[in-house]
């Protein structure tokens, strides 16, 4: 199983708007942070988007472009840890692929009723054309859930655009989704985001955990004999209110017995990505945007 | 007056997510569209940003970027013309502009109801640390406003961040933000975006108007004496339920007497840039992001 980072800066990114500071003003792109978010592919194919924050477009552009052209394939499920703007803010421009059949979204009740409240476009009896196609599923915090998709189907996506001298290109192609060889149980873990509880997601020997400020011992139990995780940890010092700093995401990969640690969510306040790195133990990493790892 | 494009592209922007047109894949910068928004700034020193769509930290960020830092000032108003997500989407990221007071936001009360359901954390009694604050102003069609900043202000703005080895600036900065030496009176007009009404906006001889179908000869009235006109054509054929084409916003250009006209809100069907504006009549181009005009 593979992961990308999509993006690990907090909720405002690095560089901060209207921040000067050195790491702001930093020209090495590991210290470029968009709103943090990540794209799990599994060897069998399926892919399973975890957040889609407003910097979602910019993400998706860059992604997985050894290609020639863009990425654009089927994303099997798209997991919501919560509501806030950070995270679900671009769940609009998912509305592409919808052309592969509806987006499958999974979130806590309340994310789902946001969704309904601050996309109410969506979710109507006649869908105003263009509109995002989202199929929202309900799940709770200790009670797994399955990604699959056993089947071949074949989609008609449009080809629209234009040549370079403007000939509209008005047909549809055909796409065939392969199945994918495999399937995906997810444990959704609560997460407590300062008196929000809020949703981290175990998937196998994997684990991938946002905006947290603690978690409680009965649910930390479930992270046992986890060998990969993905966390927050805002900044060095200072305490938030509701995010965890570095030294509490050590104690924690620690106390679950995590092999290999990997930060998100960070803020400018580290310092620059290299130096914030040479900083920590051995097995623990700041992530950073665009980066790969097998998990 | 200088007008500043942010944004030109349609909804999805260009190139559009998935797409492998010619366009899509274009390399010239002109070519990469991002969702339509942009800066006015008065001779005396007035900001006026107009629609604040879901790549604003991304325009923000290159606005403006011949200084040595980013641009970070206080923005005087934010125009809205109507609710939808490629217009308002980023909203939130108005939050550092907050330093400066409340950010002063116009629009109709449709919009203004849609704010307060698609953003309600903005609008509490006790407003969770961070959240952008927001002073929602109420406009309606043909009826003027002005835009002013009369006096010379002190805020205090938090100069977070870090060095390079992350030795964090705990510390504020007192900031002067002097008196504008002009006034801007700003007349909504109503434009018809299919069957939503929607506000377009005149200021002196120069307007704004973007996703508009159509315009009852009344409102139209309002344009007279014009000089320079930004308005919406999405492509140059193949009709859209709320969207005009190129004709026909060259045609209404032409009844109102606009002497220049810059089209915004494109697709990727316009074919390239420098084509596509190689097709147009003298006085009208089709605009790009990061261009500057004085209006």
Known sequence: MKLTFLGTGTSIGVPAIGCNCEVCLSQDPKDKRLRSSAMLETDGGLRVLIDCGPDFRQQIMRYNRQGKTPFFDKIDAVLFTHIHYDHVGGT???????????????????????????????????????????KLHQIRAGRPFTVRRPY????????????????????????????????????????????????????????????????EDEDAQMLQGIETLVINALRFKKEHHSHQLVNDAIEFAHKVGARKTYFIHLTHDIGTHDWANSQLPDGFEFAFDGQVIEC
């Open 152 to 215: 071949e189907s074949t989609v008609e996506v449009f080809e629209g655009g234009a040549t370079l001298q403007g000939i509209m290109r008005d047909k549809r192609e055909q796409r065939i989704i392969p199945p994918a060889l495999d399937e995906l149980e997810i444990l959704p873990i609560r997460v407590m985001h300062g008196n929000l509880p809020i949703l981290g997601f175990r998937i196998g020997k994997f684990a991938y955990i946002t905006d947290m400020k603690y978690m």
């Open 92 to 134: 609009d421009d998912l509305r592409p692929f919808a052309w592969f059949g509806d987006v499958d979204i999974y979130a806590q009740k309340d994310v789902i009723d946001g969704l309904h409240q601050t996309m109410p476009y969506c979710f109507k009896e006649q869908l105003y054309p263009g509109v995002p196609h989202l």
